[in-house]
């Protein structure tokens, strides 16, 4: 059967998701301990690669598992043996053809920066610490000229295409942005889009910081988006104040609303 599970996981602990030999990854404990479980070797598809040290809520996987499996008991098996960085909240059945990766239509990543002159211990590891004074209203206002169909070139780590192979396109329509004040002095910033470019989200982070210390105008952004070149826009930010949210897929979308309705799921 084709399995569909959501995972949650620290990633301060792991060099990425996906397998890479020689280092520990989340696919690499994922798939070590399903093969160990299941008896039998299998093949993991996530939602999203997220980079060493990014964190996720709602990373979705997909794999192929034997028709008789309890996938209560697995999921039980698999958070004793993955704890405590790692942990599967959600573990069913899904329809053959689903993909992780390209049955999903859009994507949700958030943000968090403590933004006060001293650092907090407890949020080192899920929070950029920012001393400086930040004009969050300079930089919603900067985010706002991301929503919409554009080439995040500007925004995007570029690798070249392997030979035969054409360069993947960079285009990516953004559907939501917002920043919220949250407790204890952290912000946080969400962005929603149907997919994204390698290391997009944190050089928006890293580009709308630039523009809340006031070293780059709020103006600026259509231009840097119309440069298509990296060097035109900020810095990244780093990986640990970043969230995998939540993924979203259409099949999902209709049970839900059948759900609201009062009819039981497909």
């Known amino acids: 059967m084709r399995v569909r599970g959501t995972v949650t996981y620290d990633g301060s602990f792991f060099h990425g998701f996906a397998i890479n030999q020689d280092v520990r990854t989340v696919a690499g404990d994922l798939t070590a301990n399903f093969s160990r479980v299941l008896g039998q070797e299998i093949t993991l598809t996530c939602a999203g690669r997220t980079d060493r040290g990014v964190h996720a809520v709602g990373q979705v996987i997909s794999f192929d598992a034997p028709d008789d499996v309890d996938l209560k008991k697995l999921r039980h098996s698999l958070n004793r043996l993955c704890r405590p960085s790692i942990a599967l909240t959600e573990l069913v059945e899904a329809p053959q053809d689903f993909d992780a990766r390209f049955s999903a239509n859009g994507r949700c990543y958030r943000y968090r920066i403590l933004n006060r002159p001293d650092p907090d211990p407890f949020l080192v590891n899920t929070a950029w610490h920012v001393s400086t004074p930040l004009r969050i209203d300079l930089m919603e206002k900067a985010a706002a000229h991301l929503v919409g169909l554009h080439n995040f070139a500007s925004f995007c780590k570029r690798t070249p295409p392997q030979p035969g192979y054409q360069e993947r396109s960079l285009i990516r329509h953004v559907e939501e942005v917002s920043w ?87």
């Open 180 to 266: 919220r004040s949250l407790e204890n002095d952290v912000v946080e910033f969400e962005i929603s889009a149907s997919s994204f470019c390698h290391q997009m989200v944190r050089a928006v982070v890293g580009t709308l910081v630039d523009v809340g210390r006031g070293r780059t105008a709020e103006r600026r952004i259509p231009e840097i988006l119309a440069a298509q070149d990296r060097q035109f826009a900020g810095p990244l930010a780093p990986p640990h104040g970043l969230t995998l949210w939540s993924v979203r897929y259409p099949s999902l979308e209709v049970d839900e609303a059948r759900v609201a309705e009062g009819e039981p799921p497909a």
